[in-house]
């Protein structure tokens, strides 16, 4: 095949953590599959490509773009827009990119706040003046820029125009490649791709689907964290108090997490038809409280709720550990006092 | 998409809506500011409930063409059905229409013209936006088993079987004591016509006994209910006899030869003895007696059979070998008359049931009046012989009272007059009432009390604090001692009598709330099963084709019990009379290809109407016993439940038309947020 006709494959990183291409690279010896139906255009992990080289390419000119990672900061925003640019196909890769995964749980803070933990207030520094980054700085050698630091963090699709996802942190290898299988296809053979604005990638529906855990009926008394309770192999987990997404979250992944014992974290974002992932999984556990009143040890039944509740430990980072950034709580109002020492 | 025809109709309910809200300014602004979004007319009116009112959008319907309704008038509890009803004679769907309820939910809470007219805007709007997005559905038809199921044979229960055997339709009644007749075959008199209470009793009990159309199930229980108003399933449990009722003749010369006696706690209330083989009362309904087996020696030990041995009957009647029979029958409607438990006074200490002898249960004292009872109605202390020379009866035992129960029990004043006259009657002895309220409504009620007032029946207004043995002044000695702050006087006294008689309130029964889970319905806070509506639905309840009557719905007399449960009967009557019955459509259905079977909500509905399909692992709802409720829907980790007339997409639809009119467009978000620049940088 002419070198000249394989289609054009980019796979970018934005405020990520590098497991998304981990992940990409783990589809074994397929990759070399990969470099013989694609030619890879921009893909800074795995090989040397400047950003100078993109802008360079008329528009258009990248087939498929895997775009991973939140939009944290101006220069992950000028990156996004310049892939969209460049592109054809946009895919936002991986939990980051799809809902604003763990970089967006910063949302319940502010950028000062934010700054002030990493630089002042953490014990393993040594930040005596107390320096904080600035956008810009008057070296010998001219004027340098760093990026601005946003306050809000936002996911790819709040950015620009997305064309599909892959969810998942990471996304499954088994799903990358059964994805980058199609997209060769479609691009050298005309197949069919999946309308607009679909998930690709992963199920349709929640990950219980897919868990061999004998489900029961539910009435939770307590929520127990997962070095409280050695959990029981063959029930489901959350039957047992053992916070587990599952329920409120996308199959694909062939819930890896609970069959090993741990509750799933909801990285594959919501199921088919739900819009905010954290709320559709609280409104679940409030539905299944164990409110059996009166109760044994002579609590009232609001003093029962409270207790329960209480052994639930951070609710926000619990239900939107993954899909803050599009969630319908938005963010912290106020940007929080930055902590006095 | 085709865009809607909608019509907007405001309602002044006279002064209700108009006195608050400015109803001709908000049917012209919907005209104007919602046309837009589909509305085609907008007009208000003094009753749009009224056949004039209705006219004018059933004329609309069919002159504009409107394929949408919003009727904003009051809540959809009072006239949605009239609206519903009105769009059907039109020829459009009823479920095309949607009510905003401007008198409830705007009108009578707000007082600022301007802002209640600004709120009834968006809820307006909200309703415009919803209601386009309406489907038509079609009623669910079941037909209806004619068969009845009655639980409960005291007074309610039999009224209710007597009401509907009586119109010619069978009856299944179960009571899970050996006899009917329920709490009043244990009273003396009744008030406040001081009527022999079996004398009035028993020849109803005689003809549930012998009715044609009536399947008596004494002795038996009811383990499960399944299906729904028209097909219940009903398992009942009937309980061995040990007797065979299809050979004992009930001549009761096995309960005379029994070695066995023992204090009979129920029927006597511990003051009389009854055997092992026993029927709770003479002229019990059925007349066979039945074998406690606890107490039976041949089952203890394994020998003595004295009762088989005597048995005059061929074959012989007595059957060791009997076991409990399961039985599976088909009804149509239930009626539910569980009655109710007395409030145990062992558990107000200070009142001394239990430790000093000579205090009184009202049910004790029930038992010594009657001439049947084991002092054969003569009014006698502990010791069984002597007549006691002053009497104090407490009313209000374990009611009114908020270490106990807050409620009235509703009969304690009037029984409590009873006894009084009951003791002045037979004794002669000083008699002193100590009472917080004298309540006596209905009729004839309070005529009784002037006269047991002319009986010089003494009155103490106050709370009893303690009833002691410990005497502290003379006069006391050898006497029961109640402490009381008589609170007409403002003083504490200390009034020794020889009997203390405690009138004793009414609770659920101690298993109230197993039995309303067991059959779909719900109780309230104390554990009286709720009705469908205080007022106007008192005998109805969530569950279509389950009913409640008597003291299980709450503390009532017995004219008060045999009217509900006449009226129970007749509303079953009604149902049966139909033949088959259209069910709301406004569902829950689960989306099978989206359902994981997580089984969040298996044990969700309070109506029972969620399974799980084992094989396939996903949920079902059954279309006929859901209500509708939504509480599955919104617990759905995976919205695999859907709503019909409440999807999400009706629902955010609906937020999104009110909230765009409360902010004048902005501030609305229901979906994924899109930061603004403040926030973002």
Redesign the interface.
């Known amino acids: 095949m002419n070198q000249n006709s394989k289609p054009k494959l980019a796979m970018y990183w934005a405020s990520s953590c590098g497991g998304c291409e981990i992940s990409t690279l783990n589809i074994g010896e397929n990759i070399l599959a990969v470099d013989e139906l694609f030619e890879i255009a921009f893909f800074p992990c795995i090989a040397d490509f400047k950003v100078k080289d993109v802008e360079g390419y008329p528009d258009g000119y990248i087939d498929v773009c895997l775009f991973n990672g939140a939009i944290r900061n101006s220069d992950n925003q000028e990156m996004a827009e310049l892939l969209r640019r460049k592109s054809k196909v946009l895919v936002a890769f991986g939990a980051c990119a799809h809902q604003g995964s763990i970089p967006a749980l910063s949302n319940l803070t502010s950028r000062a706040a934010t700054l002030e933990t990493v630089y002042l207030d953490n014990p393993t520094l040594d930040n005596p003046q107390g320096i904080l980054p600035n956008t810009q700085y008057e070296a010998d050698e001219g004027l340098l820029e760093l990026p601005?630091f946003?306050?809000?963090v936002?996911s790819l699709g709040?950015v620009v125009p997305v064309d599909y996802t892959i969810p998942g942190c990471p996304p499954e290898p088994h799903q990358i490649w059964t994805v980058l299988q199609a997209v060769a296809a479609a691009l050298l053979q005309g197949a069919e791709l999946p309308p607009a604005g679909s998930i690709i990638g992963a199920g349709?529906?929640?990950?219980?689907?897919e868990c061999t855990r004998e489900?029961?009926?539910?009435?939770i008394g307590r929520y127990y964290r997962p070095f409280e309770i050695v959990p029981d192999p063959e029930r489901?987990l959350?039957s047992q108090g053992i916070i587990c997404m599952?329920?409120?979250t996308r199959?694909g992944c062939g819930a890896l997490c609970p069959q090993v014992g741990i509750g799933c974290r909801g990285c594959y974002g919501p199921?088919?038809?739900?819009?905010?992932q954290g709320a559709?999984?609280i409104?679940?556990l409030?539905?299944?409280m164990d409110t059996t009143y009166p109760t044994d040890n002579g609590n009232s039944l609001e003093q029962q709720i409270d207790t329960l509740i209480d052994t639930l430990a951070d609710p926000a980072g619990t239900f939107y550990r993954f899909s803050l950034a599009?969630?319908?709580l938005?963010?912290a109002r106020q940007p929080a006092s930055p902590v006095h020492k | 998409m085709k865009q809607e025809r909608i019509g907007v109709y405001v309602c002044h309910c006279g002064s209700n809506i108009a006195g608050t809200v400015d109803v001709g300014q908000l049917s012209s602004w919907a005209a104007d500011a919602l046309e837009k979004r589909g509305v085609v007319v907008a007009r208000d009116y003094k009753f749009m409930c009224s056949s004039l009112g209705q006219e004018l959008i059933k004329s609309d319907i069919v002159e504009l063409s409107l394929t949408r309704v919003v009727v904003a008038a009051c809540s959809p509890h009072l006239h949605e059905k009239t609206f519903r009803t009105a769009c059907q004679q039109a020829g459009l769907n009823p479920y095309l229409m949607e009510m905003v309820s401007l008198r409830e939910h705007v009108a009578w809470v707000h007082s600022d013209k301007a802002l209640a007219t600004q709120k009834a805007k968006a809820l307006i709007s909200g309703a415009v936006e919803r209601v386009a997005l309406h489907e038509p559905l079609d009623p669910i038809s079941v037909p209806i088993e004619a068969t009845t199921l009655v639980v409960g044979a005291g007074i309610s229960g039999i009224q209710a079987a007597l009401e509907i055997a009586d119109a010619g339709q069978k009856v299944v009644l179960v009571e899970r004591e050996p006899s009917i007749g329920g709490h009043m075959a244990q009273l003396d008199k009744t008030f406040p016509t001081l009527d022999c209470s079996a004398c009035i009793l028993t020849p109803k009990m005689v003809t549930v006994g012998s009715h044609p159309n009536i399947n008596l199930l004494t002795w038996s229980e009811v383990e499960a209910v399944d299906g729904f108003v028209g097909q219940f399933t009903v398992t009942i449990r009937k309980k061995a006899r040990y007797v065979r009722e299809d050979v004992c003749t009930g001549c009761g010369i096995c309960m005379e030869k029994c070695p066995s006696k023992l204090i009979d706690q129920v029927y006597e209330a511990g003051l009389g003895y009854r055997s092992a083989i026993y029927r709770p009362f003479p002229q019990a309904i059925p007349k066979y007696p039945v074998i406690d087996k606890a107490n039976c020696i041949y089952f203890q030990r394994g020998k003595c059979k004295a009762c088989q041995l005597f048995c005059p009957t061929t074959p012989n009647a007595i059957d060791f070998e009997q076991e409990d029979q399961i039985l599976q029958l088909t009804v149509g409607n239930i009626i539910l008359a569980t009655g109710y438990d007395l409030f145990d006074a062992r558990r107000i200490p200070q009142y001394g049931y239990g430790r000093l002898a000579n205090v009184f249960s009202s049910l004790e004292f029930e038992r010594l009046c009657n001439a049947a009872g084991p002092t054969e109605g003569k009014i006698l202390l502990r010791d069984g012989v002597s007549q006691p020379e002053s009497v104090g009866i407490i009313h209000c035992v374990g009611s009114r009272d908020r270490n106990y129960n807050n409620y009235c029990s509703a009969i304690c004043c009037m029984q409590s007059l009873k006894f009084a006259h009951l003791v002045k009657e037979r004794t002669g002895a000083k008699v002193t009432n100590f009472y917080i309220d004298i309540r006596t409504p209905y009729k004839d009620y309070d005529e009784f009390y002037q006269h047991v007032l002319q009986e010089k029946v003494e009155f103490v207004r106050g709370r009893v604090a303690e009833v002691t043995d410990a005497a502290r002044r003379p006069g006391e000695e050898g006497k029961l001692i109640i402490q009381v702050e008589d609170t007409f006087i403002g003083k504490q006294r200390r009034i020794p009598v020889d009997m203390v008689i405690l009138s004793a309130g009414i609770e659920p029964r101690h298993d109230s709330k197993e039995v309303s889970r067991k059959f779909g319905i719900s109780c309230n806070g104390s554990g009286f099963f709720t009705e469908l509506h205080p007022k106007l639905d008192p005998v109805a309840t969530m569950s279509k084709g389950i009913f409640i009557a008597g003291c299980a719905q709450g503390p009532k007399d017995i004219p008060a019990s045999v009217v509900q449960g006449a009226a129970a009967a007749a509303r079953v009557l009604g149902t049966i009379q139909q033949k088959s019955l259209d069910l709301e459509p406004v569902l829950a259905q689960v989306i099978d290809?989206?359902?994981?079977?997580?089984?969040?909500?298996?044990?969700?509905c309070p109506f029972n109407a969620i399974g799980f399909d084992l094989e396939r692992?996903i949920s079902t709802i059954n279309p006929a016993l859901c209500q509708g409720c939504g509480?599955c829907v919104?617990?759905?980790?995976?919205?695999?439940i859907s709503g019909t007339q409440f999807s999400?997409e009706q629902i955010l639809a609906q937020l999104h038309g009110l909230l765009a009119e409360s902010f004048n467009g902005n501030g609305a978000?229901?979906?994924?947020?899109?930061?603004s620049q403040a926030?973002?940088?």
């Open positions: 601005t946003f306050n809000t936002r709040q349709t529906v929640a990950v219980c689907k489900k029961e009926e539910k009435q489901c959350l599952g329920a409120a199959s199921p088919d038809g739900v819009d905010d559709a999984m409104s679940a409030a539905s299944v599009n969630a319908v938005g963010r | 290809q989206k359902c994981s079977g997580c089984r969040i909500c298996s044990n969700l692992q509480t919104s617990a759905c980790p995976s919205h695999a999400t978000r229901t979906q994924s947020p899109a930061f926030e973002l940088v």
